[in-house]
């Protein structure tokens, strides 16, 4: 039986924890994905994450820009312009990101494979 850790009594003292806060979520990730080729505006995010409402992800910017993850620019313009991209920490995230992008592309058969199988009903 594997121990548990007694340094980590606080849930968010242990790094993958505290890593999960920051990128956890079905659309924090994805965020971080789409920004990684650089600014996005506000409506192209929501367009190429159809299955978000605004207000979710409004609430995954703001959080991920409070997390210093994300920047936020506003361009003082008619019409308005927002564009969001990542910050240098956020840009750590990167690898993370990727190694979850090559994950998702080698397994997403077998996942899917699992979860429509009758035995797992």
Known sequence: MKELKKDCP???ACPVAVTVDVIGGKWKGIIIFHLISGPVRFNELKRIMPDTTQRMLTLQLRELEKDGVVHR????QIPPKVEYSLTEFGK???PIINL?????????NEVLIKRNS???E
Do not use: K
């Open 118 to 120: 009758p035995e797992s």
């Open 92 to 94: 750590t995230l990167i």
């Open 10 to 12: 606080n849930p968010l």
């Open 73 to 76: 620019e506003v361009y003082h």
């Open 100 to 108: 979850m992008r090559d994950w998702g592309q080698l397994y997403e």
